[in-house]
C-alpha cells in the first residue's frame, strides 16, 4: 500500500479562510465515506446566563438545514444509506456525516449545509429545550451522572469550561430561542480554528476543490479564544450526595490532569490504561472488580483535551460496600504512585494497546475517529503511524512519573452519590 493510500498517514491540505482540511485514505476495501467539521463551538463558550446553547445549537445542526427541513433532511439521509451525528463538548462542537463513498461530494455539500445554514426551526428547538430539561433531571438524580457533576463542579472554579456538563438548568434553557440560537452559531461556528477531515477515496487535490466551493461561507472567520481560568490545588478531600431511593452507591476520584500536547501524554495514556483503562487486563477489573467482588463496575479515564484535562477512577458498588471499596480505589491509586509498573504487565498493556490500531482501520467510521482526534490535536499527518513507537519507547519510571502528573492523588476529589448514610 503507497503511503497515498495508506490510513494511518494524514494528508494536511490548503485551508479555506482559516479552516483546516485534512484528508484521510479510505481503509482497504471501505466503500463508505466519513466526513467531520470540528470547531470551537462547545459549551464553554456558553454566554453568561445561557448554559445550554452550545449543546442546542449542536443537536439542532442535523435537525433541518439549507433547503431541507427536519423530516425532508431525514428522509433524503435515508435514501441515500447516510446518516449525519454531532458531538458537544466543553471545547469544542463537531458534525459527522457518513455515507456510500461513491456519493460524497453529495454528502459532503449536506454536511456544508448542517455546519453553515442551520434551520433553527422553533418547533425543532422546543425538541431539543425538553431533552435538555429530561438530561438534567436525569443528571440530578442518577448516582453516576450526580457523581460525575460534582467531581467536575469541585475541582475546576464556575468559569471553567471543565466545570459543567453544558446541560444548563431550567432557567437558563427556557431562555434559549432562535435569535440567540443563531448569535452563538455565528460567533463560533467559524472556519477559523477548525477543521474539515476527510475520509475517503478522493485525492488530496478533489477534497481541496470540494471544501473550497463548499465550506467559503462562513460568517466568521476568526476562532474565538477559550478562557480557562487557573485551577486552585486543594489538599483532598471527600464529598457526598446522599439520594434517597436507590440501590447503588457511585464513587468516583480524580482531579485535573495534562492536555493532549503535553510531552507526558504517551506515559500517562498507558498509566491510565494499566490502571483502570484497558478493561479485564486493568488492576481495577482484577484486583476490584474480580477478585475483591465488591463492585459492579471499576474503571479509569484520562480526558486529555487541547487546552487542560482531567483523570477520573469510578466504581458503582452497594450500599453496605462503598467505604471498603473506597479503600480499595485509594490503595490502587497509591501502588500507582508508590511502586513501579513490572516490565511485563507495560509491555502487556501497551501491546494491547497497540493492537487496536488494525482494528480500527477495518471500517471508515473508526479510522475517521481516529483521524479527526489527530487533526484537532494539530498532530503530525504520521502520527498514528508511529504512535507504536511512541508507546514502545516510555519506561516504568517514566510511567510512574507521569502519575504525579496526570493523576494526582494528593489533590483528588472523591466523591460519593448514593445512599451513603447506609454504610
Known sequence: MSRANEPLRLEYGREVDGLGVVRQPSPAGAASFSATYVGPAGWGFDPPGEAGTARAVNQLLSSGAGPYDR???????????????????????????????????????????????????????????????????????????RADRELFRATYPETHPYYSSGLGDPKSVARISPTKLRKFHRAQYTSGDAVLVVTGPARLAAVEAAALALFSGFAEHRGPTLRLPSVRRRTARRLTVALKGRSQ??????????????????????????????????????????????????????????????????????????????????????????RMVSSSELREIRESAIGEIPLALESTADAHELAVEVAYHRLPGDYLSRWPELLRSVTPKEVRAAVDRAMDRQHAVTILAGPVNRS
Open 71 to 145: 423530516m425532508a433532511l431525514a428522509r433524503l439521509l435515508d435514501r441515500a444509506g447516510a446518516i449525519i451525528t454531532s458531538e458537544c463538548a466543553p471545547e469544542s462542537g463537531e458534525v459527522t456525516i457518513w455515507g456510500p463513498a461513491a456519493d460524497w461530494e453529495k454528502l459532503l455539500a449536506l454536511l456544508a449545509d448542517a455546519v453553515l445554514r442551520p434551520r433553527f426551526a422553533p418547533e425543532d428547538l422546543v425538541r431539543v429545550q425538553r431533552q435538555l430539561s429530561e438530561q438534567q433531571m436525569r443528571e440530578l438524580a442518577q448516582p453516576g451522572s
Open 249 to 338: 452507591v457511585e464513587i468516583r476520584i480524580g482531579g485535573d490532569s495534562i492536555a493532549r500536547s503535553d510531552p507526558g501524554y504517551p506515559a500517562a495514556f498507558l498509566a491510565n490504561e494499566i490502571l483502570g483503562g484497558r478493561g479485564q487486563l486493568s488492576r481495577l477489573f482484577q484486583r476490584v472488580r474480580e477478585r475483591g467482588g465488591l463492585v459492579y463496575h471499576a474503571s479509569s479515564e484520562l480526558e486529555a483535551m487541547r487546552f487542560g484535562g482531567y483523570w477520573t477512577v469510578g466504581a458503582g458498588t452497594g450500599a453496605e460496600r462503598w467505604g471498603k471499596v473506597v479503600a480499595m480505589l485509594s490503595h490502587e491509586l497509591e501502588e500507582m504512585e508508590d
